[in-house]
């Protein structure tokens, strides 16, 4: 039978240690994926690289589109080579559908840093005025966050820790299925634990600002929704440019500017950045390089974040997910707990405009969000 951990469970005897071995290699090849980061054991694997870029390509094409076919597509041409095709990309679109139930859309906002082969506790943003950091949530409290001001900020990497049973019963009584869930159950909780961290960050971020609210736009044979939201995003691009044409972030009119909007508004968003100034004119709506992230992880489903990315809006993977495993005899299982370390920080609100998508009154065409 064949899976998505094990190639061919029919051949796997959990009775014998070497296979045991395999299994958490392979379920550390698989943990190790969807980050930003190749794992330092996997550097030199050229299987490894092959999946990590395809899939890394898939998510990111997913993110910005919400199309799977996209994403799929951009798995398939993420590899350059015939030889690396027949193996590793078939395996890699076929763990696609498994594999990414995640997000890590943040990542096109935040400039994340590589710390994995560092001794440091923490990392420096400087030249700070305003923001907003995270600390370390214990087991059952509410994210806290906290304003941080001054020349420059430390943020601190906090550890972030969860735990998997493999009772033997699963191997004895061959139940692969319920094996390859829990396993894939694991790692999808521990990326979206890190992606709610992020966009909790940036939440918080938002709700320091007054955000851009949608006006009629009084026009005749338009959608007058899409209209008005191309309106506010225009006006949201202006503020952002503006406020940092002087801080040396080399800020123009060809930056890149993301799009951070909740899944129910996606659609909208999608029909603003397409509008036209008249019905038959080519000319759209939208002066801007705008590029979309979709996510279903923002509290407010209405609040749609525009943000100029990276410079001092900041992210750092201390350890990436490592997996550590022992039989444990009184509850007759295999215990594997995985851990991981990060840390980020928002060191500019300039970076950063929202816009409240909530549809004025008698303006047709706003999406239905519940």
């Known amino acids: 039978m064949r899976g998505t951990i094990i190639n061919d469970w029919t051949k796997f005897d959990f009775t014998k240690p070497e296979h045991q071995d395999q299994l958490l290699e392979s379920l550390r090849f698989h943990v190790a994926l969807p980050d930003k980061f190749v794992a330092e054991e996997f550097k030199k694997s050229k299987k490894f690289n092959a999946a990590h870029n395809a899939v890394q390509a898939g998510m990111r094409a997913f993110h910005s589109t919400g199309d799977k076919e996209k994403a799929i597509d951009a798995l398939y041409h993420a590899f350059t080579t015939t030889g690396d095709f027949p193996v590793t990309a078939i395996q890699a679109i076929e763990k696609f559908h498994a594999l990414t139930n995640y997000d890590n859309g943040y990542e096109q906002i935040f400039d994340v840093k590589d710390f994995t082969n560092s001794n440091q506790p923490g990392f420096k943003i400087m030249n700070v005025t305003s923001g907003m950091t995270f600390e370390r949530i214990e087991i059952g409290d509410k994210i806290r966050l906290k304003q ?9 990497f906090d550890f972030y820790g ?11 009584n061959q139940e692969y299925w319920t ?4 396993a894939i159950e694991f790692v999808n909780k ?5 992606a709610q961290v992020h966009y909790a960050l940036l939440e918080a971020a938002m709700a320091t600002k007054t955000c851009i609210t949608l006006t009629d736009p009084a026009c005749g044979n338009c959608t007058e929704y899409a209209y008005a939201l191309a309106a506010a995003l225009n006006l949201a691009a202006v503020r952002i440019l503006t406020n940092n044409r002087n801080k040396g972030y080399g800020a123009t009119v060809g930056n890149q500017i993301i799009i951070l909007t909740p899944l129910a508004y ?3 968003v999608k029909q603003a950045l397409d509008i036209r100034l008249q019905p038959t004119s080519q000319t759209k709506i939208i002066n801007y390089n705008f590029q979309p992230v979709v996510t279903m992880m923002l509290t407010n489903a209405h609040r749609i974040g525009v943000f100029l990315p990276k410079l001092r809006i900041k992210s750092g993977y201390r350890m990436n997910l490592e997996t550590f495993n022992s039989f444990d005899m009184l509850s007759f299982s295999e215990a594997t707990a995985g851990w991981q370390s990060y840390g980020a920080g928002v060191g ?7 816009i409240d998508a909530t549809a004025p009154s008698g303006i047709g065409g706003a999406p239905v969000v519940a």
């Open 348 to 354: 500019d609100l300039d970076q950063l405009e929202c």
């Open 190 to 194: 521990a990326y979206a634990r890190r």
């Open 148 to 156: 941080m001001s001054g020349t420059q900020a430390f943020v601190l």
């Open 162 to 172: 969860g735990g998997l049973n493999w009772h033997k019963s699963l191997f004895m």
């Open 179 to 182: 094996i390859e869930d829990n």
């Open 266 to 268: 996606w659609g909208a």
